[in-house]
């Protein structure tokens, strides 16, 4: 009797790369967002802030800037049905070092911040499932930095006001040379005094910037915050200002004096060279009766000021403000004489 044969074909194993963006740095970054956003939120109700207040502006733009990250990194969650669990901050954190030294990122440097911050930041807090949940009691004593530059804009808007009176403008999205950002308007007798936050470099100074990759753009910088003030004959002062949250017992902040002077450089009209550097001092502005500011200058009349001030001083917040507000009295001649 002969054999049946059945013909089968012949398989082989065939592995199809795909690609998923619910990796372990992806869901940290996830979770990094959400605990921003969080901060932002509480933050916003504990200093019961209104829709019509500029702070709340400023604060709800990052929050909307962060959630669009957000949208970004998990856009291809939309398309699944069933519901997921983020698995523990610790779990991704292990996760994320593994695949590093595995070589299976493509920017370590990056996800190694991300790493270092997740693990000062949320390793000690219950993981969140979503932003805006976490109750306020899930924080300790760390202050965002962009939390801190909000504060810092808030308290500095206060100063001027104070100064100048009420603004006569107050915008979200305005622009300055087209470039967008929240401001406030100050007429002070005809000079018109502007605060800008996280406005680009060019857009301030009205020019574009003197550095530029060979067949490229223009190397791009943004302070954090910026003054600008338009007098009546065209005058024009340009004060920059860097929020640091970071601390230092001599109040040496060698780093970040250079990346002023940077921004100076870079200015197209080479005529910007008033600054300020605000940065985290926990003992408060006045220590054992000194005040925390050193001031640079320059042959040709450039002031750098470096403030030391902690949210929980207010009357030394108050003072360091002034003094930033100082140099647009000393532009504003007329209405220093008038205010003081």
């Known amino acids: 009797m002969e054999r049946l044969r ?34 932002i939120e509480v933050a916003t109700t504990a200093l019961r802030l209104t829709r019509k207040q500029f702070e709340y502006r400023v604060a709800m733009s990052q929050r909307d800037e962060l959630l669009r990250l957000k949208r970004l990194i998990t856009a291809s969650q939309q398309t699944r049905t069933r519901a997921r669990r983020r698995p523990p901050v610790s779990k991704l954190i292990d996760q994320t070092e593994r695949r590093a030294e595995m070589g299976r990122l493509a ?34 004593s760390d202050f965002d930095t962009t939390l801190f530059e909000i504060w810092l804009l808030s308290r500095l808007s206060e100063c001027l006001t104070a100064k100048l009176g009420a603004p006569f403008a107050q915008n979200q999205g305005s622009t300055v040379a087209g470039s967008s950002s929240v ?21 301030l ?34 004060m920059l200002i860097d929020a640091k949250l970071r601390q230092r017992a001599s109040g040496l902040l060698t780093e970040e004096v250079y990346k002023m002077l940077g921004y100076f450089s870079n200015d197209g009209t ?8 605000v940065y985290h001092s926990p003992a408060g502005h006045l220590i054992d009766g000194r005040r925390q500011r050193r001031t640079l200058i320059s042959r040709d009349g450039g002031v750098v000021e470096v403030l030391g001030i902690e949210p929980g001083d207010i009357g030394g917040t108050q003072r360091a403000m002034e003094t ?16 003081e």
Request: hydrophobic share 40%; charged share 25%.
């Open 324 to 339: 930033l507000v100082e140099h647009v009295l000393r532009f504003c001649r007329p209405v220093e004489a008038v205010r």
């Open 183 to 203: 401001s406030r308007r100050w007429n002070a007798s005809g000079t018109i005094v502007s605060l800008y936050f996280q406005a680009p470099l060019s857009a």
């Open 205 to 238: 100074t009205g020019e574009g910037n003197r550095w530029m990759y060979q067949g490229a753009k223009m190397l791009g910088a943004r302070p954090d915050l910026g003054l600008v003030c338009e007098g009546v004959e065209g005058k024009r002062m340009v």
């Open 270 to 277: 080479q005529a910007c060279k008033t600054g300020a550097i």
């Open 107 to 140: 920017q370590q440097e990056a996800y190694s911040d991300l790493v270092e911050w997740c693990r000062l930041h949320l390793a000690k807090i219950p993981d969140m499932g979503a932003a805006g949940k976490l109750s306020a009691q899930f924080y300790d």
């Open 6 to 39: 059945v013909a089968v074909p012949r398989r082989y194993p065939v592995r199809v790369p795909g690609r998923d963006r619910e990796t372990p740095e992806n869901l940290l970054a996830e979770a990094a967002v959400d605990r921003v956003v969080g901060d």
